[in-house]
Nanobody, 128 residues
């Protein structure tokens, strides 16, 4: 059974930083691209960023580019989301997700349908 467990959320003042972690089990983690999404209250879930299975390529939503960084540690089966310069509009539940296909190098555009395994989410609240 594949599982993704996020951690690291919390309450932070605007301008501050948080690092989210997503620990994976039950799958050969290193073979899969991973993504982060978020959902604010009353809004649809939106793409934040992804990191390809090779670890060398990332893609970010325009709203977080330059402030957020995704990385992965395959030895620890963990993907991270470093969030700097947080704004109140970053307040959301953050989810990590695993690509439904192993070794996929092309075609990832940050759409929910690309991912078949999701974590339970971790709340990030940014206050001004």
């Amino acid at each position: 059974q594949v599982q993704l467990v996020e951690s690291g959320g919390g309450l932070v003042q605007a301008g501050g930083s948080l690092r989210l972690s997503c620990a994976a089990s039950g799958r050969t983690f290193s073979r899969y691209s991973m993504a982060w999404f978020r959902q604010s209250s009353g809004k649809e879930r939106e793409f934040v960023g992804l990191i390809r299975w090779t670890g060398g390529t990332t893609l970010y939503a325009g709203s977080v580019k330059g402030r957020f960084t995704i990385s992965r540690d395959n030895a620890k089966n963990t993907v991270y989301l470093q969030m700097n310069g947080l704004k109140p509009e970053d307040t959301a539940v953050y989810y990590c997700a695993a690509d439904r296909y192993a070794f996929r190098d092309f075609g990832l555009r940050g759409e929910e349908s690309e991912y078949d395994t999701w974590g339970q989410g971790t709340q990030v609240t940014v206050y001004s």
